[in-house]
């Protein structure tokens, strides 16, 4: 699932250090004859600074005789990491580590599986060191020319292996982007530099508390809450300096690439011409962003602008607001018509409005007393959608609408319909929300289409498909407005994913049959990610909807080798019309963004 990130709790993360994977290699139907290391569980230790050095091996030549001369790899040239001396722990971090130490062993040990490390970052979920840039083979096919730019992905990559609890939503953010020029492939990949993660790295050790994972139970919360407060009086960090993970998604907007998690600012962030990620810095809009925002802006394609939210455990829960293509950001429209706080994670916009979803996903305190997390599922609160003008200016126009049932978590899109009486929403459905934070694999998302009017207040909605579908993404064109296909993820259980559906959602509104018009299965052993929508020809306003690739990294776990499929978009079983074997293993992840070479100049 989604990197659910820490928004509720300006709390903070806590990890030990990184112990990670070998560099290895995946073919989807490419296998090596080679062996290969599977890591399937992960040994919780510190481990001592080290300078981190990247050598190059030359690829095996194929054993098969062959007539012509096999064209030599061009070898990047590979930066060098600077050299640092173990650090001597501080005598104020020697405490502070045995008191946490003790709260990992007795006050709180990771008893459950979904916040015990060794399952949690087993096999693909295991961390993976940087990776400075490294031509990859192109296996199968040929990189079309549309994809001359670059495919980022972003996702959890714990810097320090955790001692304590640990969620899968908790880890550092780490960008994984492959930069495709002229048919060759260059894979990166590169933590995001957060404050977290630069205080950590210089300390040697984890100072920031984990937000999902750290604060389940009052004994628990309390302990940590001590630790933590007293390491920021000592000077060990400053929480106005955020302590976002910025591990979720990316979004490209207002002239600048930012990484985003929504328990903090946004982090820009550029690709060098040889394919590097580079950090540049936390960004507050010239001081009109304060303390976070959503992981899923909407851009308008048409317009340029960014639409985006913020929420909190604070009133007010919910503040709506744009970014103008020139990057300004518009000021808050604070939401006080949500009354208790709600994990809202995505919305959507149409040409003329903003949904938002309140859901039973929340605040619960209560739990917090007896044992369980902060975060939770309230089974008598009734969900409900709330439309505001998309270019209100106060809430005064806001409507909320009851949808008993109707738990999204994300978006796919949404436009008007009637002249703007009725707002049609498409979405996945958690039809098990209890389940969300704890057992995602017992998590099954519905995707449904939901009819508002709003003239009578009538709400009417009714599946799509009843596969598990999730990580849904259209033309990025369409956003806002009426779209005919989606691509999801196919969750065999979540949050693994087997392959991508296509849907045609226009087939609903005639039959209501299942609207699945094209698959791809992975394979056995062989698990994706979210799928992101390339078009053919972008700037043609008059070529198909469904006219480019769906991309996506897939990792094969018998294997240990991970690919970047580009699948035809327009075929009926999504063909492979090329496939890129990574030289090194890119675990499991969130959301990604493929933005093109002439985008990438202007950063």
């Known amino acids: 699932m989604d990197a659910f990130s820490s928004t509720f709790l300006s709390t903070l993360s806590q990890y030990p250090k990184s112990l990670l994977s070998p560099n290895n290699n995946y073919s989807s139907n490419y296998s090596s004859s080679s062996p290969t290391l599977k890591i399937c569980n992960v040994r919780i230790e510190e481990r001592p600074q080290t300078t981190t050095t990247t050598t190059r091996t030359k690829p095996q030549e194929n054993p098969t005789p062959s007539s012509q001369k096999p064209t030599p790899k061009r070898e990047l040239p590979i930066k060098p990491t600077p050299s640092r001396k173990p650090l001597e722990p501080s005598l104020p971090s020697v405490i502070f580590n045995a008191f946490d130490d003790f ?32 031509e990859c083979e192109v296996v199968k096919g040929s990189l079309p020319s549309c994809l001359n730019g670059a495919y980022i992905r972003n996702g959890p990559n714990p810097q320090y292996l955790p001692r304590g609890p640990y969620h899968l939503f908790d880890g550092d953010g780490m960008l994984h982007s492959i930069r495709i020029s002229q048919g060759k492939a260059t894979l990166c990949s590169r933590y995001v530099k957060t404050y977290k993660y630069t205080i950590e790295r210089e300390a040697g050790s984890p100072i920031i508390p984990n937000v999902f994972s750290g604060f389940n139970g009052l004994s628990a919360s309390v302990a940590r809450g001590a630790i933590t407060a007293a390491r920021a009086i000592v000077g060990q960090f400053n929480p106005t300096n955020g302590i976002g993970l910025a591990n979720t ?70 503040s709506y607001f744009r970014v103008e293509p020139n990057g300004t950001k518009t000021p808050d429209v604070p939401i006080f018509s949500m009354t208790r ?28 007393i007896t044992g ?90 009714h599946p799509v498909s009843t596969r598990n579908l999730d990580f849904g993404v259209i033309n990025p064109a369409y956003v806002g407005k009426k779209n005919k296909y989606v691509y999801a993820a196919i969750g065999d259980p979540m949050p693994k994913i087997t392959g991508i559906a296509k849907l045609d ?46 991309v996506s990294y897939v990792h094969n776990e018998k294997t240990g080798e991970s690919n970047f499929l580009v699948m035809d978009a327009k075929s009926p079983n999504l063909d492979i019309v090329a496939a890129v074997k990574l030289p090194q293993r890119v675990p499991y992840g969130f959301h990604g963004l493929f933005v093109r070479e002439s985008d990438l100049n202007k950063l």
């Open 505 to 550: 959602v226009s087939v609903a509104e005639v039959d209501r049959r299942d609207c699945i018009v094209a698959c791809r299965l992975f394979g056995e052993g062989c698990f994706g990610g979210e799928p992101f929508f390339v078009a053919k020809n972008p700037d043609d306003p008059s070529a198909d909807e469904d006219d480019g690739y769906v």
């Open 341 to 368: 706080p709600s994990f809202l994670h995505d919305f959507a916009i149409t040409k003329k409005y903003a949904i938002f979803s309140d859901i039973q996903i929340g605040m619960n305190p209560i739990e917090l």
């Open 372 to 461: 369980g997390s902060p975060v939770g599922a309230d089974s008598g609160k009734i969900p409900r959608l709330g439309v505001i003008p998309r270019y209100a200016k106060d809430e005064s126009e806001m409507k909320w609408f009851d949808v008993p049932g109707f738990n999204i978590i994300h978006a796919i899109n949404a436009w008007d319909e009637d002249g703007g009486d009725t707002i049609v929403l498409v979405a996945p459905n958690i039809l098990s929300v209890e389940h969300t934070l704890e057992r995602m694999d017992m998590v099954h998302a519905c995707v449904e289409k939901v009819k508002i009017d709003l003239k009578t207040g009538m709400v009417s909605r």
């Open 249 to 318: 998604s990316l979004a490209l907007f207002g002239g600048k690439l930012f990484a985003l998690g929504e328990s903090d600012l946004p982090y820009t962030v550029k690709i060098a011409p040889d394919g590097d990620i580079i950090t540049l810095g936390r960004h507050d809009f010239d001081g009109k962003l304060f303390m976070s925002m959503t992981a899923h802006p909407k851009i308008d394609s048409e317009t340029n602008e960014a639409f985006a939210f913020r929420y909190g455990p604070m009133p007010p829960f919910l």
């Open 103 to 134: 709260v990992n062993t007795f006050i709180d040990p990771p008893l459950r599986s979904s916040v015990d490390p060794k399952y949690v970052l087993s096999s693909n979920f295991a961390p993976v060191d940087e990776l400075p840039p490294t």
